[in-house]
């Protein structure tokens, strides 16, 4: 089987017609020029990695990383066009393949680029980036991709292009390249009146060196950045043009539908494989060490016959747990609150809890693989290609580089495809190797999908805060399970006796990186504790916040800008209400107020949401909201409808029936604005989800009266006098407003 390298991948059209790839030799490390230039670049012109010019001019820019629906690709490009000085429409976009060469080497930078001291930097990403390649990391997650390989990759690789394009061009000339000027693709002297296409340049341009420190364009300059250009991965997906993992077909292929132990760890004893091998269009049943598959000549075909099995697995010791006797665990680790200063006015406490929730991709997972000789071809959809590629080739035994990966468009990840979590890739390629050499396509139904997922890890909070006399809190501290970090139990304000400390409490149930990771769970504890301490020392919860943030400007900022736009302190109608939730997770600070109403029936409505959002700057506006919005809507669900429970130490929600999610017509309006700042760039995939929670529960506070503690809204619905409905879709409409945009 040919391996899929680097040189395939440009021979299948990249380079075609020959021209240029550039990458960034030396400034801040990306894949360094001659590791990446085959025998034939003096043909072709090959320079590294990252952007090609070909003689017709189109600009293509190969991006390590993938498309989800979150609009990288597309932002990526424009970050690396800004900075050659592109005509836009000339732009076309690739992701990289799974290849050692496109490593994402640049996260270091992002989680600590303010840090770093320029002289370090190169050291830095070569450092990061030499160990992507031993670990095999290519990954897309923590809203790192336009804040790490954009700012530190694409913009400097853009910026290089465009010096070599320009030195070409006055060569050529015979005139100084300061006298030239990059404009729409073209380079330009005005002098004489000259100009030349990038893609007439290109030939010469790839035979000059490739710039260590290329100057970058200042803000106040950008013309592609800060407009909102169409994605470009929004036309192959009108069209149907765009490719799945749930889509993908090759000729012969088969397909595999499976069944998996259902409590975590359990193994399969027995199966008669009988029944199914009888019925139509079977080829095979596999038995594996945790599931057991069915091989067809159709997916409708594979089910049924999977359904005529009655496999036998065990519960791996774990038969006995249950949600009720997880969360009796997390309570007996917390022990008391925490102590608070003995001179106290007031001393306030409350325990909190979110349940274990599910990715519920909008595509299930789905893998084809193909093992033939000693090599394998996988298409999927991934978070991480490259990891995928080494998963697959510890399941076959065989070394990475025997393993061929093709990344294809992703229904959804929301952390359910990133690295560790591969499971479906697993299975598929084990399926696979068991009726060799024929292709298999391995399909989760949603069943599949939901309980056996690797879950956003439940969660408990018992905190303790100390108002003076006058209201002014003096300590806030907590106890929490299932998790948490620096970021995530960071708070802002100004309180002098602060501190939050995990207490362990073991279970079996497997966990996983959930949108916005554990910033969902400590955003609703500690916002929700705050206004907590707000209400006990009388004062109003904005007014409160606000007189903590003195020394944080940035913070004031959101938080002020996110009060005025939703009115903040405006008289409402008897059962309504708003509530407000400060958060920074991943660089970037949102402020968020949710705007509910109660009807007299104890119908829920959350007719709006306002959001503020400093993440820095913004790539594209449009693309940015988008963003925004659909945080927003993933969270409500969450916050409202959302809950992973076990029983005999399996996972007893199967579908959208009882697992549900917010629908259409009860999405809130939802009002979007962005603050710009001199900060480095944040991330802004995640970090509108952490303050959602809390922003409700405190607006149905201030609505009602009762406070909501424990996560979803839905199982506390009688507890605060709301419709003990699983959703909302009897509720009216909100008035003056449109649901999510």
């Known amino acids: 089987m040919n391996k899929w390298t680097r ?56 991006i ?22 592109a005509d836009w429409s000339m732009v076309r976009v690739l992701e990289a393949p799974a290849l050692g060469e496109y490593a994402n080497g640049y996260v270091v930078r992002a989680a600590g680029g303010d840090y770093i001291p320029a002289v370090m930097a190169r050291g830095v990403d070569y450092g990061s980036f030499k160990a992507a390649q031993w670990f095999g990391f290519q990954v897309t997650g923590g809203s790192t991709a336009v804040r790490s390989t954009g700012e530190y990759g694409m913009r400097v690789a853009g910026a290089a292009a465009k010096e070599m394009l320009l030195s070409a061009a006055a060569r050529q000339w015979g005139v100084p390249a300061a006298d030239c000027a990059a404009r729409a693709s073209r380079i330009v002297h005005a002098a004489s009146g000259r100009s030349a296409a990038f893609g007439e340049l290109a030939r010469t341009a790839a035979t000059l060196p490739v710039p260590t420190s290329p100057a970058l364009k200042e803000p106040d300059t950008f013309t592609i950045r800060r407009t909102s250009p169409p994605r470009l991965d929004i036309p192959p997906k009108v069209d149907g043009s765009a490719v799945y993992g749930i889509d993908f077909t090759t000729p012969g292929m088969l397909y595999a539908a499976l ?21 139509p269009g079977v080829r095979q049943v596999v038995g594996l060490e945790e599931a057991v598959a069915v091989v067809a000549d159709s997916f409708w075909r594979a089910r049924r016959a999977l359904a005529a099995l009655k496999p036998v697995f065990d519960d791996a010791g774990h038969g006995a747990v249950s949600t009720t006797s997880i969360f009796a665990a997390f309570d007996a680790a917390l022990g008391p609150p925490p102590e608070m200063p003995a001179g106290a006015a007031r001393v306030v406490t409350a325990d909190y809890r979110v349940p274990f929730l599910a990715h519920a991709t ?81 399909i989760w139904t949603r069943e599949n999908d939901i309980q056996h997922d690797y879950y956003r890890p439940a969660a408990m909070s018992r905190h303790a805060g100390a108002l003076d006399a006058g209201g002014a809190p003096l300590a806030v501290k907590s106890h929490y399970t299932g998790g948490g970090n620096g970021e995530a139990v960071f708070m802002p304000y100004a309180i002098t006796d602060t501190g939050a400390e995990e207490k362990e409490a073991n279970h079996p149930i497997r966990p996983g990186q959930w949108r916005s990771v554990l910033n969902s769970q400590h955003g609703f504890f500690k916002e929700s504790f705050i206004d907590e301490m707000a209400h006990a020392a009388g004062k109003d919860p904005y007014e409160f916040r606000r007189a903590l943030l003195g020394n944080r400007p940035r913070f004031k900022a959101v938080l002020e800008r996110v009060a005025a736009m939703a009115n903040w302190g405006a008289p409402l109608p008897a059962g309504e209400g708003r509530g407000i939730a ?51 809507v993933f969270a409500l669900s969450a916050a409202m409808l959302s809950e992973i429970t076990i029983a005999g130490g399996r996972v007893v929600e199967t579908n959208f029936r009882d697992y549900p999610m917010i629908h259409l ?77």
């Not at 075609?16 to 790839?21: I, P, S």
């Not at 109660?598 to 306002?610: I, K, N, P, Q, T």
């Not at 506006?621 to 659909?630: H, N």
């Open 64 to 85: 390590p990383h993938c498309e989800m629906g979150q609009g990288t690709l597309t932002a990526l490009a424009m970050m690396a066009a800004e900075e050659m000085e």
């Open 362 to 442: 909008m595509e299930p997972m789905a893998c084809t693989a193909r093992v033939e000789g000693d090599g394998a071809e996988v298409w999927t959809g991934v978070q991480d290609p490259l990891n995928a590629r080494s998963v697959a080739a510890k399941a076959l035994g065989i070394k990475p580089e025997q393993v061929r990966v093709t990344n294809l468009l992703l229904g959804g990840g929301f952390g359910r495809r990133l690295p560790f979590n591969f499971d479906y890739v697993d299975l598929a390629v084990r399926i696979a190797k068991a009726v060799s050499p024929v292709p298999v396509k391995t």
């Open 665 to 741: 017509a009860e999405a809130p309006r939802i009002t979007a604005e962005f603050i710009r700042s001199d900060a480095t760039l944040g991330g802004l995939g995640e970090p509108i989800v952490p303050p959602l929670a809390p922003a409700v529960t405190n607006a149905i506070f201030a609505a009602t009266g009762v406070r909501v503690r424990n996560l979803p809204i839905r199982n506390q619905a009688a507890a605060v006098g709301l419709t003990p409905s699983p959703d909302t879709r009897s509720a009216p409409p909100p008035t003056g407003g449109s649901p999510a945009r």
């Open 7 to 62: 040189r395939t991948f440009i021979g299948a059209g990249t380079v075609a017609g020959g021209g240029f790839l550039l990458g960034v030799a030396g400034f801040t490390f990306a894949p360094g020029r001659h590791t990446l230039v085959g025998e034939d670049a003096s043909e072709k012109g090959q320079l590294t990695t990252w952007i090609t010019v070909t003689p017709d001019n189109v600009i293509t820019v190969l």
């Open 582 to 632: 400060l958060c920074e997770s991943f660089g970037t600070i949102v402020g968020e107020v949710a705007h509910v109403a109660v009807s007299a029936e104890g119908g829920l409505r959350v007719r709006h949401v306002y959001a503020a959002v400093d993440c820095g700057d913004v790539v594209n506006p449009d693309s940015a909201t988008a963003q925004v919005e659909g945080a927003i």
């Open 259 to 279: 069944e998996i132990a259902p409590v975590q760890g359990g193994r399969l004893t027995s199966v008669d494989a009988a029944p199914a091998e009888a019925m």
